[in-house]
């Protein structure tokens, strides 16, 4: 069973930068697609950014020019950092690892933008 283990997170002001880890465990292959989610109160879960295992990377239009996903294959992580934080980039930020049509989830880790 895939694992995926978050860190990051925490409150900052907007304007200001955070950075997410995930580290995944039991990643019987290399080749999947690993990304970030968020979900705000009373909100679907959205896609952030993903990366292939080519390097191929895809982000929400709201977060374009402000966030960068990268990947280190050969550890399993997945990281994203965040720049020019707005008030309404707060939410819950989940890990995903998706592979052979199924769905691996991290925990979730809190990020709070304040005025």
């Known amino acids: 069973q895939v694992q995926l283990v978050e860190s990051g997170g925490g409150l900052v002001q907007a304007g200001g930068s955070l950075r997410l880890s995930c580290a995944a465990s039991?990643?019987?292959?290399?080749?999947?697609?690993m990304g970030w989610y968020r979900q705000a109160p009373g909100n679907h879960r959205d896609m952030v950014a993903q990366v292939t295992s080519g390097g191929r990377t895809n982000y929400a239009d709201s977060v374009k020019g402000r966030f960068t996903i990268s990947r280190d294959n050969a550890r399993n992580t997945v990281d994203l950092q965040m720049n020019s934080l707005k008030l309404e980039d707060t939410a819950v930020y989940y890990c995903?690892?998706?592979?052979?049509?199924?769905?691996?989830w991290g925990q979730g880790t809190q990020v709070t933008v304040s005025s």
């Open positions: 995903n690892l998706y592979r052979a049509g199924r769905d691996y």
């Open positions: 039991r990643v019987l292959s290399s080749i999947y697609v």
